[in-house]
């Protein structure tokens, strides 16, 4: 028996460091790793049963081809060379019929480690001549927003919230999506610190908190504008803080002075005197604390949203106290070298970019020249998880369209594919990580071999690289060659952290203050070298109140945030949380469930011009009026319909950074006949 530690790879800020028991080979137990600060010795609901994914015997182990027709799930056995050999053949005929920006790479962050995300993958496609693929899906309008205002996407020290006093989570469901941050939280509410959730539907989270904002979808910078009219209205603003290390407060001011508590409440669906208490709350308790995550990022004003939110600990001088300030991702702190991991300098002049929240239109788009005619796809299941779902499934059931997918498991996209390749877990590979809700930079080991024929990207694409005769040597390096070169070791953030010192000890925390308080004294890391403080209130595309219009026809204001158990569409078929979660769900507050005659447990129909998908109503003021929620998100073809909650999102992109606009949409409700 060995115990060895890896670390979870998984879309999520908490970059576990995992604990995994391995017996003649085998690996037989996993925990959280008790020495690592912010693990904590414990591991979420999901992944405490990885061993369940790692050994399924639903697993993909071998390369399979298609046999049966585009979209039927029909493969059969072949080897590596053979797979190889398809896959390089239909890329040389993409590439001489339509040239080579007629491929197109689709991936994110299904692998988070800084070499499975995006290292051999991105040299391969640039040096193959592939178009571009913009990373939007999740996190790129807040991304937008927060650099516009601090500079960077920093924020403050996770383990400091402890010393906060007034604690926001602001669309963060930070008991499902953030649990190894709970225990802070927790800390500081034994010491005094109130807790307040701003969500319009009463998540896990919300149910632990002392009070519950539940504004209408895509409201937040209304709110925001409102807290920042009370502060200015009453005197609340730390003067001296906004005069040395912001600018733009006149400009400011003017914007707020428009939002009074009674229009904030017009716009968000709160109740004014709700504004107005949670305003002087956050304003005069210090440290205060904002923790705002990717909820905030999925409607058409996201990132002026983020933006607009992200000037309140300036107003308030929060960032002048451990623990005070905001927080969407530390991944800022990380001194990555990208260029030396993706190589751009080989992109060919001219190569287009594509938006992969716009997939179906790209694949259906009949005046894209060149037309999209192989895409590989990687650390993602577009099938489930892309926006305005008819359309991307039509889109690649295309039969013209060349579709590789490397994978652990046989997902919708899988089903679309030509060519299949076993992907590895985390156990199984080489990695090193960075993090965007701690400060420690991670090595990642293989506890195992890799089970079957299973292969990582990384050596996935040395193989086609080769096959398709790229000699840059840069094509060949080893994951080990990758990773010593993966972050800028000079930077002063790594200050005494050598590659060496992270193969002794695993897991090293940045070279930055013990509390991290990164602007107490301002510098923030933006062209004036001050908080650009800025304002103002982009309404939803599809808002009941913004979109009448619309709404006459769909008057319910749709989000689909993750089920508990459910990590994008990670885990959405392991049977533990199949059967924990009870299947697809619709939850409606009872006034709007009782006017459409729906029972609790009925099976439900939600639409809109798009499409539609079938769930199982649950009937509860977890909703707010007007506001239904489909917790997601599921494969589609273990969805009653083979269609999910994204049978019904828009391909529409937000203000900044050119994201999906999940929530962002209005539907219907009725009873599924």
């Not at 927080?327 to 990555?336: D, I, R, Y």
């Amino acid at each position: 028996m060995r115990r060895l530690k890896v670390v979870c790879p998984h879309d999520c800020p908490d970059t576990c460091v995992m604990t995994v028991d391995v017996e003649d080979g085998r690996a037989v137990a996993i925990g959280g790793d008790p020495d690592h600060r912010f693990t904590q010795g414990f591991l979420c609901a999901k992944v405490n049963h990885y061993l369940e994914r790692v050994y399924s015997p639903d697993r993909i182990l071998h390369p399979l081809k298609r046999v049966g027709h585009k979209g039927q799930g029909r493969f059969e056995r072949v080897s590596w060379d053979e797979a190889l050999d398809l896959v390089a053949a239909a890329l040389r005929r993409v590439i001489d019929e339509h040239g080579p920006q007629a491929v197109l790479p689709y991936s994110y962050a299904g692998n988070m480690g800084l070499l499975s995300y995006a290292s051999m993958d991105r040299r391969f496609f640039h040096a193959l001549g592939a178009s571009l693929l913009d990373r939007t899906i999740c996190a790129s309008a807040g991304s937008a927003g927060l650099k516009a205002t601090l500079g960077r996407a920093m924020g403050f020290d996770p383990e400091a919230v402890v010393h906060a006093r007034f604690i926001v989570a602001w669309g963060a469901n930070i008991v499902s999506s953030n649990v190894h941050l709970w225990p802070f939280i927790e800390e500081a509410r034994r010491r005094g610190a109130r807790f307040v959730v701003v969500d319009p539907y009463r998540s896990r989270t919300a149910e632990k908190a002392d009070a519950h904002l539940a504004l209408l979808p895509g409201t937040d910078a209304a709110l925001a504008l409102g807290v920042m009219h009370v502060i200015f209205r009453d005197g609340l603003e730390d003067g001296d803080f906004i005069a040395r290390h912001t600018t733009g407060v006149e400009a400011l001011e003017r914007r707020a002075r428009e939002w009074t508590p009674d229009r904030v409440s017009q716009v968000t669906g709160l109740p004014a005197a709700e504004v107005e208490c949670f305003a002087r709350e956050y304003a005069t308790h210090q440290p205060s604390a904002l923790r705002i995550n990717y909820g905030l990022n999925r409607h058409a004003g996201a990132g002026t949203a983020v933006r607009t939110i992200a000037s309140l600990p300036a107003l308030t001088g929060a960032w002048r106290h451990p623990g005070g300030g905001i927080l969407l991702s530390t991944s800022g702190a990380f001194p990555v070298d990208s260029e030396a991991l993706e190589r751009p300098d080989l992109v060919p002049p001219g190569t287009r970019t594509l938006n992969m929240s716009q997939l179906g239109r790209i694949l259906l788009d009949p005046e894209l020249a060149p037309p999209v005619k192989a895409l590989l796809v990687y650390n993602s299941n577009p099938a489930a998880v892309a926006p305005q779902q008819e359309e991307v499934h039509r889109g690649l059931a295309r039969e013209d369209l060349f579709v590789v997918v490397h994978e652990l498991f046989q997902t919708d996209t899988a089903d679309f594919a030509d060519v299949i390749l076993p992907a590895t877990t985390t156990l199984e590979h080489y990695d090193i990580h960075k993090a965007y809700g701690h400060l420690y930079v991670s090595l990642s080991r293989p506890a195992i071999a890799p089970l079957g024929e299973a292969k990582p990207n990384t050596e996935v694409f040395r193989l086609l690289a080769r096959r398709m005769g790229l000699t840059d040597p840069c094509l060949s390096e080893s994951d080990e060659q990758m990773a010593r070169h993966a972050l800028k070791w000079e930077h002063p953030h790594l200050h005494g952290v050598t590659f060496e010192r992270l193969e002794r000890e695993g897991s090293v925390r940045l070279s930055v203050a013990d509390p991290f308080v990164p602007f107490a004294e301002g510098g923030f890391p933006t062209a004036s070298g001050r908080c650009e403080l800025y304002a103002d209130y982009v309404p939803p595309r599809e808002g009941p109140t913004s979109n009448p219009e619309r709404a006459r026809t769909y008057p319910l204001a749709f989000i689909s945030p993750p089920a508990h158990h459910f990590l994008n569409s990670t885990f959405s078929a392991q049977p533990t949380f199949v059967r924990r979660e009870g299947g697809p769900s619709l939850t409606l507050h009872p006034e709007d469930a009782a006017v459409r005659r729906i029972a609790d447990g009925a099976m439900v129909r939600t639409f809109n011009d798009r499409g539609s998908f079938l769930a199982r109503a649950r009937v509860s003021e977890a909703a707010r009026r007007g506001v239904v929620v489909g917790l997601s998100v599921w494969w589609p073809k273990t969805c009653p319909g083979g269609r999910n909650a994204n049978a019904v999102t828009s391909q529409e992109l937000t203000d900044l950074g050119g994201g999906a606009t999940f929530y962002d949409a209005l539907v219907e409700v009725e009873p599924a006949s």
